[in-house]
Nanobody, 122 residues
Framework: QVQLVESGGGLVQAGGSLRLSCVASGRTLSTYAMGWFRQAPGKEREFVAAISTSGRSTYYANSVKGRFTISRDDAKNTVYLQMNSLKPEDTAVYSC???????????????WGQGTQVTVSS
């Protein structure tokens, strides 16, 4: 079992930046691929970014490519999502997830955090 807790969300103006953190406990994060997903009100959950177990491979949704960066610090059992040039359409609850392999599919992840709210004002 692994428990995931996100932090770093908040209210920011369009064009601003936020860095989300996802801290794992219960098991070492280094054995998991990690993903970030988001869900806006009235919309389905969507893939944002993923990083492989080694950290050498990263994947991004087209909507965030070039603006968001996923990274991991296994010594701190933490995964980050650096979000730059934020847009109002990035407003959502962002959740991190742990799984065996880095994919864009939420169903392949075994463990989920509760999420952190990101609100981008125009």
């Amino acid at each position: 079992q692994v428990q995931l807790v996100e932090s770093g969300g908040g209210l920011v103006q369009a064009g601003g930046s936020l860095r989300l953190s996802c801290v794992a406990s219960g098991r070492t994060l280094s054995t998991y691929a990690m993903g970030w997903f988001r869900q806006a009100p009235g919309k389905e959950r969507e893939f944002v970014a993923a990083i492989s177990t080694s950290g050498r491979s990263t994947y991004y949704a087209n909507s965030v490519k070039g603006r968001f960066t996923i990274s991991r610090d296994d010594a701190k059992n933490t995964v980050y999502l650096q979000m730059n040039s934020l847009k109002p359409e990035d407003t959502a609850v962002y959740s991190c997830a742990a799984g065996v392999i880095a994919t864009t599919q939420a169903s392949t992840y075994n463990y989920w955090g509760q999420g952190t709210q990101v609100t981008v004002s125009s």
